[in-house]
């Protein structure tokens, strides 16, 4: 028999296979022809796919890469054999290989209509730069972005989230609130701006001018009767950030009457918010939360992460509770069960985050509580999403890029996690 046709059936026979792939994933597939049969071969429609292909001169043939388009494809296995006469054409033979399309791919992104009422931009983000003073040393920086989730660009609805930062030049003290409106709300887009608002606004004024406040906190640090003086600075404390947060819940009811047909669920939100300030003695932080997500201080050189509060489950699994709702400011104690106020040596990063964030990174509340998750938060935020080609976020002083970083860092890719997604870090 011919050898030409004898070499083209073994060839046939050997029934080379390549996997499936995913686009944009990972992708090898690796094969071997005998010299024997083989003296030559190669590989062509790679290239226009994103793949490469190596062959070792063991004729060892290896397709790796990331594949550029889904669809299914042919390459051309071309090779020669021993003994062929010169001038003639190799033989050839067709490979079939498919690829899946990227589960991202096929999310939409429909933009907001700018029409809709209470209409914000789908993503935000924003940093503080607050710079070194001879008498304070070197200063933490504010970093913090907002990014629609996809379950809401699919449909072209708005972002529920929000955020707001700032640093009080006049008396040095930091302000931070995140909040989450309901998705189920119809305004709690609104609601969630209002609340973040409302608690900064309230706080910068008690803190603009904040002498007294502070004489106070440094006969905190100092008293010998220290359950007195820590009773005496929860009632301080209520009147700065517990009577913000009732604000935020009045301003949000004010909302809902000046809308007609709305109630104030309508406006539902979580919240959280700090506000902290560098002492000679070291950090003071008092913060408010209400809801779900995560809010904590993270220090990398003792192991600590210290969580500022519980994130609250409604009645049922899934649920969560708002600011919104009236139990929430039912008496003072209440109220007080939600503040917090510390004095700490130093720290890493204060982060406060909507579930969006925290629900895929820790998944469950007793992770929450684990220093080795947050010590993994903290890292992944820093190395990014190699697989998902994400960058990390350089959270080095005076970085003002970290903003745009941050913002595509949230675009991280987790299956069944596609809320909205909000971070805010003091670092």
């Known amino acids: 028999m011919n050898k030409r046709i004898v070499i083209e059936n073994q060839v046939k026979d050997l029934n080379i296979k390549l996997s499936n792939g995913t686009v944009r994933k990972d992708y090898t597939a690796s094969f071997s022809l005998s010299k024997d049969v083989v003296t030559d071969f190669w590989i062509d429609g790679c290239d226009q796919l994103g793949l490469k292909c190596d062959i070792s001169e063991e004729n060892e043939c290896t397709i790796s890469g990331k594949p550029s388009q889904p669809g299914d494809f042919k390459l051309k296995l071309s090779y020669k054999y021993d003994g062929m006469i010169d001038g003639e054409e190799p033989l050839s033979i067709e490979l079939p290989i498919a690829f899946n399309p990227n589960p991202r791919s096929l999310w939409k992104d429909i933009p907001t209509d700018k029409n809709v009422i209470f209409y914000k931009d789908d993503c935000v983000c924003e940093y503080v730069k607050v710079e070194e003073k001879e008498e304070t040393g070197p200063r933490k920086d504010i970093v913090a972005a907002s990014q629609r989730g996809r379950s809401h660009a699919q449909e072209g609805k708005a972002r529920d989230d929000h955020f707001k930062l700032v640093h009080c030049e006049d008396s040095d003290w930091y302000i931070i609130a995140v909040a989450d409106g309901a998705g189920s709300a119809k305004y709690s887009r609104k609601g969630s701006e209002i609340a973040c608002e409302t608690v900064v606004a309230h706080c910068l004024e008690k803190l603009k001018d904040s002498a007294a406040f502070e004489e106070k906190i440094r006969a905190y640090k100092n008293a010998e009767d220290e359950e007195t003086a820590r009773k005496q600075m929860a009632n301080i404390i209520y009147d ?6 009732f604000k935020a819940h009045k301003a949000i009811n004010e909302a809902s009457k000046a809308n007609e047909n709305s109630k104030p669920k309508d406006f539902a939100t979580t919240l959280m918010f700090a506000i902290c300030k560098k002492f000679d003695f070291g950090w003071f932080i008092a913060s408010y939360w209400v809801g779900d997500g995560a809010m904590c201080l993270y220090n ?27 139990e929430i400011f039912k008496d003072a104690t209440a109220v007080f069960e939600r503040l917090r106020f510390s004095i700490e040596d130093d720290f890493t990063s204060l982060m406060l985050m909507t579930d969006g964030v925290s629900d895929p990174m820790f998944e469950t509340e007793n992770n929450l509580n684990d220093f ?28 003002e890029e970290s903003k745009t970083q941050l913002l595509k860092w949230l675009s991280f890719w987790s299956p069944g996690n596609h809320d909205d997604r909000t971070i805010a870090i003091l670092y």
């Open 240 to 245: 700065i950030i517990g009577n913000a947060a």
């Open 300 to 326: 990398e050189k003792k192991g600590t992460s210290k969580l500022l509060g519980i994130p609250d489950e409604g009645e049922y699994s899934g649920q969560t509770r708002f600011l919104t709702m009236p």
């Open 372 to 399: 080795e998750k947050w010590k993994e938060f903290w890292n992944k935020l820093k190395t990014g999403f190699a697989e998902d080609e994400i960058g990390g976020v350089d959270l080095s002083d005076d970085n």
